[in-house]
């Protein structure tokens, strides 16, 4: 099983950037996949899910109506389009993914990708 995240980079504040995240060794669709960002000194915390067929969503408040989340099933990727980054947003986002339908919750997600560092500046 293997996740992989690509996409973050440096950008200004309202900028845009759009991550990706590559599955393979499980089958992509039984699985939400959701996003998680970790700043420097904090705790992981939720930001996205997408449910197995794209049906579902759910965002944290501090991202609703920033950004966006989907997937494309044929080619085993999950996305998050990133719209209007704020300084706050700086941290390293991690895609997961859970057989647990529509769950925020961290620990029950069981597999999960190496970090992509989002650094965004005023």
């Known amino acids: 099983v293997q996740l992989q995240a690509s996409g973050g980079g440096l950008v200004q504040a309202g900028g845009s950037l759009t991550l990706s995240c590559v599955a393979s060794g499980f089958t992509f669709s039984y699985y939400t996949m959701g996003w998680f960002l970790q700043a420097p000194g904090k705790e992981r915390a939720f930001v996205a899910l997408i449910s197995g067929l794209g049906s579902k969503t759910i965002y944290a408040d501090s991202v609703q109506g920033r950004f966006t989340i989907s997937r494309d099933n044929a080619k085993n990727t999950a996305f998050l389009q990133m719209n209007n980054l704020q300084p706050e947003d700086t941290a390293a986002y991690y895609c997961?993914?859970?057989?647990?339908?529509?769950?925020?919750?961290?620990?029950?997600?069981?597999?999960w990708g190496q970090g992509t560092l989002v650094t965004v500046s005023s």
């Open positions: 997961g993914a859970t057989p647990y339908s529509q769950t925020t919750s961290e620990s029950e997600y069981v597999f």
